[in-house]
């Protein structure tokens, strides 16, 4: 039977986070429903952080979804303070927050350089958004615009992507939610409600400077608490090298299970031109999620290459390597002999021993100096940026680029190893 009334396509999706949200436009309906974003139910939010967080099993769909809702938020505060938003532009950035992240692949940020090389998932959410614009006959041309940060409206571009967007609103607020962190709650309700517009320029209200305040302090307690998490870190190493080396094995013709979208990823070093020249490689890409890697680490437990079967065996059951995190670099020799000890237990080649024994760095800064600043907006019109009008952050803990040394070996040898 055909339908003699039109199709609501203003639908309501019951969010943990915010309750009730709504779909705003009826074309925002038509872009959730396509399976480049459906996909993104399929990648988790934090990547393998549910080895510590087990709450955290949240997805990239839920993440995109939230930071709508927020935009939807912003737009109508920043309008009912008398700052022109047209239909057409309001659509347009609610699009762009919408689709800003897909372009992520499986787990998110951890595989982000394994599965293609010299591409960021920016580029390929772009790459997304410019195929969808085609297939909608260019409904999507201006929400590509404020993507690119090319349109007149600067400020529309910031509440997509800036130090105070709503995808760090949202990301922080259901980060912290579904981890159980506390220290990452944050009052995005009052910092949305104390936005305005200055000289085409995104600015926080003087009266929102506390709620900024816990804002970046907030941010830098997630990061370490959270992302930056020592467990979470050498989970994450591990499952980059069980990628590296499955794509060594396969490249030197060593056959293995991956379903036929990752096997390609895995058998071609797939660049930015790549991408460009092949319009397949995008479609294959739309086919990859969390499900594609976690299916074949599970079959290359019982692969007869021992480094591939021991570190996929370690992240199916959790059993995951020793990790030292210090402020100065580790002893050069001391990880040299860390390395012959481990080459010698387990009768590996130095090639081999380097799938167990990694060092990195990893970094974080709460609040960027040189990347667009946070404005408070005081009355009579003068600006200061939040770091020189609080009374209680400090710029130089703010900004300061905390780096960490990390130190990753099994932990068959730590008591060994702590005494050297």
Known sequence: MERDYPFNKLKI???????????????????????????????????LTSMVYPGAMHNRFQHAVGAMHLMTQAVGVLQSKGIEIT??????????????????????????????????????????????????????????????????????????SSQLDMDRLDYLRRDSFFTGVTEGVIGSDRIIKMLH???????????????????????????????????AVVAESMLVNVLRRAKYLMHNGIGMFATPHLQYFMASDVTFDIFMKDETVLEKFSLLDDGDIMSAIKIWTQHEDFVLSSLSKAIVNRDLLHIELQNK??????????????????????????????????????????DEKINILFSGGSLKDVSTASDILNLSVLSKNVRKNV??????????????
Request: glycine share 4%; aromatic share 12%.
């Open 407 to 420: 130190l990753i070996y099994p932990k068959s040898v730590r008591n060994w190893a702590s005494k050297l």
């Open 87 to 160: 239909e057409e532009e309001s659509q347009a950035v609610h699009m762009a927050i919408l689709l800003h992240d897909i372009g992520h692949g499986p787990f998110s940020h951890v595989l982000e350089h394994s599965l293609v090389e010299g591409i960021t998932h920016e580029e390929i959410s772009l790459m997304f958004m410019e195929r969808l614009n085609k297939e909608f006959e260019n409904q999507l041309g201006l929400a590509i615009e404020i993507f690119k940060d090319n349109y007149v409206k600067k400020f529309l571009h910031q509440l997509v």
């Open 13 to 47: 999706i019951n969010d943990p986070v915010y309750g009730f949200v709504k779909i705003p436009f009826d074309f925002i309906y038509d872009l959730l429903q396509h399976r480049y974003f459906q996909r993104l139910r399929g990648i988790k939010q934090l990547g």
């Open 329 to 370: 670099p580790f002893n050069k020799q001391r990880i040299k002999r860390i390395k012959e000890k481990i080459g010698e237990e387990f009768n590996l080649s130095k090639d081999e021993v380097g799938y167990f024994v990694t060092t990195d760095v990893i970094e974080n800064h709460a609040y960027s100096l040189t």
């Open 197 to 231: 517009v200055h000289n085409d320029q995104l600015v926080v209200e003087s009266k929102g400077i506390y709620s900024i305040e816990k804002f970046l302090i907030a941010r830098r307690l997630m990061y370490w608490q959270v992302y930056l998490h020592k467990t």
